[in-house]
């Protein structure tokens, strides 16, 4: 375990990768589906609170691995056992996310620790890892001995907080303290992304392969929400708004994939490598977006089907909050990878912030869910139409300033 060429020609995912990354479905789709019925019950802030905890640690977890199997992955036999209880991590993990959301909606304490359990076995076995790299490799000892120093004290910190009696307050602010470290970690053991040899466009296929994961939730919150909307004896009789609902879940899910690989993040990396850690963790809002809009659509079938306490507003809000988050991380990301702001994209982000206020403003106005369903639908393709027509000239002029930089 030396380290991985990071030019290395014609780098794709593995299959133990793809394999490892199907453990995730469960994990994302268990905390969707919770937030959703959280939301539809009438406590919107605690679901939101409980859904970025699951999110955020779900996105952790799959980010270590995956940079570290950009740099280090080996393929062999050990590699492949510690991968196996990683996975078995993760689906401790799940099991331990319907607890953990209840006790937030009841307010009382928070139970993390099936979480915490599934969470801690994933990062021993990256412990272990990262002793391997460290002991086969002189040249990133440093590295592998900071990051098993790092994690160790992070992991400690987590039992503790899910393990023992602390007021709920003091559990919150530890949450954020060792969230903090979570994301500081790469830094506090390597300096920057450039620390160990990862693969640019192998990272870019991760993370587009892990964005599409999390759009799945659109067609599992698309089939959630038009199912029980069927008429009929025998559930075949389509009625007007589960016809919205499927044309506005597909086409929402299908325009934000466009959206995203839109973005050539891997060429832009091979230019920014300095940039990997802003891309790294900055995907994370941007996971969160994705899942929320699965949820959202999940939500809106709930009400449909008079299983939800919410108005028709704040039905709408719960789809189009997500959303919007989602479309301007994308812009986000793209304006600070590539260090140029484009006066186009102001065009395109205001048109879709005026898209989505459409489709609130429709329903405070009393039209109909699945009408409003369909103008959200509408949000990403304000990017696409300007992607074709005439971003794609402009995306392109800015990757050629990056490799005359280089030059």
């Not at 009625?239 to 499927?246: E, F, P």
């Not at 048109?351 to 489709?359: F, S």
């Not at 402009?394 to 490799?403: N, V």
Request: include cysteine; charge should be negative; hydrophobic fraction near 55%.
């Amino acid at each position: 375990m030396t380290g991985r060429d990071p030019g290395e020609h014609g780098r794709v995912s593995t299959p133990l990768e793809l394999l490892f990354d199907l453990t995730f479905v469960v994990a994302v789709g268990t905390a969707s589906s919770r937030f959703a019925e959280m939301v539809a019950g009438g406590h919107a802030g605690q679901a939101v609170t409980a859904f970025v905890l699951a999110m955020f640690a779900i996105s952790v977890a799959w980010i270590s691995f995956s940079w570290f199997a950009s740099a280090f992955g080996t393929d062999d036999w050990l590699y492949r056992a510690l991968t196996m209880v990683q996975m078995i991590g993760v689906v401790v993990f799940s099991l331990g996310l319907p607890a953990m959301f209840h006790s937030v909606e009841e307010g009382e304490h928070l139970e993390l620790r099936v979480m915490v359990l599934g969470y801690v076995v994933m990062r021993i076995a990256m412990l272990v890892q990262w002793w391997r790299a460290a002991h086969d490799s002189p040249a990133f000892h440093d590295v592998g001995m900071a990051n098993i120093r790092w994690t160790a004290i992070v992991q400690i910190g987590w039992i503790v907080i899910a393990f023992t009696s602390l007021p709920l307050a003091a559990v919150f602010t530890a949450f954020i303290v060792l969230g903090a470290l979570e994301l500081g970690l790469p830094l506090l053991a390597q300096g920057s992304a450039g620390g160990t040899p990862w693969h640019p466009h192998h990272v870019a296929e991760r993370y587009g392969l892990f964005a599409i994961i999390v759009l799945g939730e659109g067609v599992v919150g698309t089939v959630a929400s038009s199912g029980d909307l069927l008429g009929g004896a025998d559930g075949t009789h389509w009625t007007g708004n589960a016809i919205a609902v499927v044309i506005a879940g597909v086409g929402l899910t299908f325009g934000m994939w466009w959206v995203y690989f839109a973005t050539p993040f891997g060429d832009i990396l091979v230019h920014r490598r300095s940039r990997g850690y802003l891309f790294g963790y900055g995907h994370i809002p941007l996971f969160i977006g994705i899942a929320g809009a699965g949820a959202g659509l999940h939500v809106a079938g709930l009400h449909l089907e008079h299983h939800s306490k919410l108005g028709d507003v704040a039905v709408v809000l719960s789809l189009a909050l997500p959303v919007g988050l989602y479309l301007l991380m994308v812009y986000l990301l793209h304006t600070l990878l590539l260090s140029a702001a484009d006066r186009f994209h102001v065009l395109l982000i205001s048109l879709t912030l005026a898209v989505l206020l459409a489709a609130v403003l429709l329903a405070v106005a009393g039209v109909a869910i699945a009408v409003c369903l369909l103008i959200v639908m509408l949000a990403p393709f304000v990017t696409v139409l300007g992607y074709e027509t005439v971003g794609h000239r402009h995306q392109q002029q800015m990757l050629q300033h990056l490799a005359a930089e280089d030059r």
